[in-house]
């Protein structure tokens, strides 16, 4: 019984240490093209109707329209920037695996923190990119530790 669940484990590991790279480049990438958020269509702008009485429309504008891309791209810059280092992290752990292994926490944990912080606003489109670089810090261990 014991060998069995020794074994789940070491499957999940293996797993977990085979997805480990994708995931960090893929979570490296998605916070690397953050900023193009201020590009996208994912504000809405109220219409006021000419006449009392009448419907507002209202329209998806993006964030560079809508006259807010201001408030947000130091935000997304500084997700991007974090995305830089996670995908620097996924280079240099080949060289420097303890080194790599910081700052892809580092860029992680950055993340998932503004993501948080920002959660009702622009935060849950970076939580994929903070779960997978997290998923990539825990899978880039060394084989002993």
Same mark, same amino acid.
């Given at each position: ?52 009485? &009448?419907?507002?429309?209202? &329209? ?81 261990? &060394?084989?002993?530790?």
């Amino acid at each position: 019984m014991a060998a069995t669940q020794e074994e789940g484990l070491g499957f999940k590991v293996n797993v977990i240490r085979r997805i480990a790279l994708p995931c960090g480049i893929v979570g490296g990438i998605w916070g690397l093209l953050a900023p193009i958020l201020v590009l996208l269509p994912i504000t809405v702008r109220g219409v006021t109707p000419p006449f009392t009485g &009448e419907q507002g429309e209202s &329209e998806m504008v993006s964030m560079v329209e809508a006259g807010v891309a201001g408030d947000a791209l130091p935000i997304l810059s500084f997700i991007a920037l974090m995305g830089l280092l996670g995908l620097l992290a996924i280079v240099l752990h080949k060289r420097s695996p303890y080194l790599g292994r910081i700052f892809i926490w580092i860029s992680a944990l950055a993340i998932l923190g503004v993501s948080l912080v920002s959660i009702f606003s622009l935060g849950l489109f970076f939580l994929p990119a903070s779960i997978s670089l997290i998923v990539s810090a825990i899978g880039l261990r &060394e084989p002993g530790g």
